[in-house]
């Protein structure tokens, strides 16, 4: 199945720190048998609200072909990561 994600993580994270957990993300899916097929980095912008007295994210598009128990784990995974802001994971009708 074809899911898409979008991540807000945390702008305080340096680069490096940005990097491990995007590697962080496509590793959960690739451990699960799925495959990335894009990640789109929009940046840094302006929440719409304010979410944990913060008021910008550096939001993430993830594309992956992934069975359904990947995409769970990978929900789970973002829950509990204390770097993403907020996150939603969508199956794509393709």
Not at 22 to 40: A, C, F, L, P, S
Not at 61 to 81: G, H
């Amino acid at each position: 199945m074809t899911y898409e994600s979008v991540i807000i993580l945390s702008p305080q994270l340096d680069e490096e720190a940005l990097e491990n957990a995007i590697n962080r993300i496509q590793d959960v899916i690739k451990n699960g048998n799925g495959e990335v097929t894009k990640v789109d980095r929009w940046g840094k912008r302006r929440l719409a609200y304010e979410i944990k007295d913060l008021t910008e994210g550096y939001y993430l598009l993830v594309e992956m072909d992934a069975p359904s128990a990947t995409a769970q784990e990978l929900d789970r995974v973002l829950r509990i990561s204390d770097d993403v802001i907020r996150h939603l994971i969508v199956r794509r009708n393709t």
